[in-house]
Each structure stands twice: as C-alpha cells, then as structure tokens.
C-alpha cells in the first residue's frame, strides 16, 4: 500500500521523467555494458567448457584405450562371458572413475559389464555402436581398421562420455562409461561466477553513467533554467564559460544570443513606447478641437431644417464624420490605455441581465434584439467596459448579421457565457482568425466603412482585463460570438467602488 499522504506524479510526468536525458544516458551505459559483459562471458564460458570437457574426454580415452591395450593381451581366445567380465572389472580399475562394457561376437548372449546394476549395451547410442563395429581401409594414411570413438549423452538426466573400440576384427569390443558430473558442477560455479561479475559489470556502468550524467547535464540544466528566465522576460541573463568544449561553444553562443535579442527588445520597445506616446499625445491634442466641432456640428444638425437644401446634405456629411471622427478618437485613447497597462477595473457586483437590458434600451435595439437571461446571474464586473462589450457584440451583429439577434445568458459554477448569435450569413473562414485584429476589415476593396475596425478588439481587450474571453465561429443561422467571464475578476488591477 502506498502512504496516502505522499502524492503521486500524473502519468505524463512519470512518462516524462523515463524519458529524461539522464534516464536515457543510464539505459544506453547499462545496455552497453550489460552486451559487452554478457557476450564476453558468454565467449569465455564456451571456451572453458571446451576446454574444461576435451582435457576430462582426452584424458579418460587416454586412460581407457591405455587400459584396454595392456588387460586384452590376457584374454584366451574364445574367452567366456566370466572371463569378458573379468577384463570389464580389470579396464575399470583406473583411477580416473569409469565404468566398462565388454561384448564379443563369439559370445553373442553375453554382455560383461563392470557395473551390471548400471550400465549395459542399450545405454550405448547406436551410432557410436556402428562406428566402432565398421572397419576402414587399413593403408598408408590408416594402420588399423578400427578405432577408438566417443560421444557424450545424457543418462537419466547426468552427463556421461562414451567411448568405444573394437580390440582386433575378432576380438571383442569394449565401451567405456565415463561421467562427467564433476566437469558440470565446475562449468556451473564457473557459469555462476560469470553471472555475477556481469551484474557488477552491469551496477558498476549505472553508476559511471550518473556520475558521467551528472557531469555532462549539469551545463545542460543550467541552461535550460537560462532559457526559462530569458523566456520569463529577464534579458540580463547570462551564462558563465567554463572550458572550450562543445558546451562552452553552446554557453558562448547563448550569451551572444541573450545579448542580440535584449539589444532588439530595448529597440523595439523604446520605438513601441514612441507610438504609443505619439498616439495618446495626437489623441489628446484632438479632443480639443474636436469638441468644437462637435458643439458646431449639433447645432448645424438642430438647424437642419431650415438650411438651403443644396447644402443639407454637406452638413449632414460633416455631422455625421465628426462623430465618427470623435468616435475614433476615444477608441485610439482607449487602445493606449490598454497598451501601456493603466486600464483599470472599477468592480462592482451587477446582475448581467440587466446590464445587458439597459445596453439594449440604451441604444434603442430592444425590436431587434431576442434576450434569454434568467435574473440573478451576479457576477463582479466593471459595468462600463462590460456595457461597451455588449454593445460592439450586439451592435456589430445587427450591422453584418441582420435581426434578429439573440442573446443567451447561461452560468456554469465558476463562469458567466453570454452568446450573441445573428441571423446573417456567417462569418467567412479565412476571415475567422482575424475578426479581433485592429483595423481588420473582411472587404478589402473598401477604403473606409461606417466602423473604425477597433470595436471587436476592445471588446476582446475589456473581457482579458476581466479575466475571461470572446471567441468567434459560425452557428446554424449565422455568427455566434460567446464571450466567457469568471465569476470574480482577477485581483490585479482590480479597485472596488465604495
């Protein structure tokens, strides 16, 4: 069982760590070391077994044909079967352990064994018997017909050397039994002993592999946790230069590196900070005359009535520019805010079905306009960005999706959904990705259109200042745009009205 109070890593993360560099570096040391020692112990374990089982094999036959040669001469001819068996116990006498079978053609019912209980003629494999009963061509490369042959086998499960040889074409034939369970028992400890210095072989390259890991990725951990605080903004990092090997040159070509793209981040944020001052300077300098022009321009619009009607469409030109011009203005004033980070959040907790009835009565678009919001969806919001939030989105349905607009008010636990979806064509797909761009416009050929293309950004930039979103697809009857917002706001940049 597992200690409740220890956690355990998600399954990607343990995935992760089998595959980090330092667990890889391990493997291959281990996989290397573990083929090297396994094939070296593999190659020195034949040998010797060879080695160990011709010495105990040529010794033995040595020993037996030796034996053989010296006890036949004794035998009578046509000797009886007490007499095969005198010469089987006299050949088995050596001191090297091996039992005998004698058989003779004269005495085809008899068959003398040193060891009776033991061994006999059917435990001989019949092709050692045929080789050691054929004879073969006696010439100069062959003096005798018959030779001495062996094999070894397996009986009742224990190692045996078998040999055999017919003394002389009348003779009789003899075949030694010679266990090898000794031999064995040696190959084993020898088998064993190569087993554990493969082990050691194999712990021994684990731990030269973490201590050659720890080595080579400890530059590499310093520099991946440069990386991160380049990537986090801190552009004055650097890393120290030791040696002149491969990583030195990667420690070298990051600081150059750093120091390059902290040059161009200055550059552009210096050229960045001019736009912006010269776009909130030019914006200011505006306001001026243009609240000028627009207290001419409302009293040109009252006098409407009377004025020549050669001329009345001109004012109503310039009117109608004016305020567009105004509603320009603000817009641009409201992007530099958000661009240098001074918008603020003044939250108040406000129920969004009647933000979004007061957005709607506020702009006279109730005939156009289907609502499903249930009273009581209370969120904390700034009710002046969100109300110009509703009003890009509904308004911006109305001009390009056509009547009716449905808007539909929907709480999760943590989340307040507002999908505004119109009745028109839908949005193009190569212009999906690009609706919340500032000064996109999906028509290309017109040069100027009754909006100043900034609408949908800030609605975007007023729903990221409250924490949540707006995205934009195609539904079935046209556009959905659904803006997501938590609950509460995040706490930077928030202030509370008394």
Not at 90 to 101: H, K
Request: proline share 5%; glycine share 8%.
């Amino acid at each position: 069982m597992t200690d409740p109070q220890t956690p355990r890593l998600p399954r990607s993360l343990r995935w992760r760590h089998l595959r980090s560099l330092r667990v890889r570096l391990i493997a291959v040391f281990a996989a290397v070391a573990l083929t090297t020692a396994v094939s070296a112990s593999g190659i020195a374990y034949w040998l010797n077994r060879d080695a160990v089982l011709k010495r105990a094999q040529d010794t033995a036959l040595r020993d037996f044909r030796g034996s053989l040669t010296r006890n036949v001469s004794d035998l009578p001819l046509n000797a009886t079967c007490a007499e095969l068996a005198n010469l089987a116990g006299m050949v088995a006498t050596s001191g090297l352990n091996y039992q005998v079978v004698v058989t003779d053609e004269a005495q085809p019912g008899c068959t003398a064994s040193s060891d009776p209980g033991h061994f006999t003629l059917a435990q001989v494999p019949p092709a050692l018997r045929s080789a050691v009963s054929t004879p073969r061509e006696v010439g100069s490369h062959n003096s005798f017909a018959y030779h001495l042959y062996w094999q070894r086998v397996n009986l009742e499960g224990h190692p045996y050397l078998v040999g055999g040889s017919k003394v002389a074409p009348t003779g009789p034939t003899a075949y030694m039994f010679k266990s090898l369970d000794n031999e064995r028992v040696d190959l084993n400890t020898l088998g064993w002993s190569l087993a554990i210095a493969t082990l050691l072989s194999l712990i021994g390259s684990a731990l030269l592999a973490q201590a050659a890991s720890s080595t080579v990725l400890r530059p590499v951990r310093r520099l991946g946790e440069a990386a991160r605080q380049l990537g986090e903004g801190r552009l004055d990092t650097r890393l120290e230069v030791e040696g002149s090997d491969e990583l030195a040159d990667l420690a070298r070509t990051f600081n150059r590196t750093a120091a390059s793209l902290g040059a161009q981040v200055e550059e552009l944020s210096a050229r960045e900070a001019q736009s912006r001052r010269f776009v909130a300077d030019m914006s200011h300098e505006l306001r001026t005359p243009l609240t000028a022009m627009t207290a001419v321009t409302d009293i040109l619009e009252d006098e409407a009535d009377t004025l020549d009607p050669m001329i009345a469409p001109a004012v109503q030109l310039v009117v109608s520019e004016t305020r567009r011009l105004s509603d320009l203005v603000e817009n641009l004033m409201e992007v530099t805010r958000f661009d240098a980070g001074t918008a603020k959040l003044v939250a108040d907790e406000v129920d969004i079905a009647d933000l979004i009835m007061s957005c709607i009565d506020g702009r006279a678009w109730y005939d156009a306009v289907e609502l499903d919001a249930p009273r009581g969806v209370l969120a904390v919001i700034d009710p002046r960005r969100l109300d110009v939030v509703f009003a890009n989105l509904i308004g911006n349905a109305l001009k390009h999706g056509g009547s009716p607009v449905r808007v539909k008010v929907r709480q999760t636990e943590e989340e307040v959904v507002v999908e505004v979806s119109d009745s028109g064509p839908g949005i193009p797909e190569d212009v999906l990705p690009h609706v919340f761009d500032r000064f996109y416009k999906a028509d290309k050929g017109r040069a100027r259109s009754e909006g100043s293309g900034l609408g949908l950004s800030i609605a975007m930039a007023n729903a990221q200042i409250h924490g949540g979103t707006i995205t934009a697809a195609n539904g079935e009857t046209g556009a959905v745009f659904t803006l997501t917002l938590p609950l509460h706001p995040p706490v930077a940049g928030q202030e509370s009205t008394p």
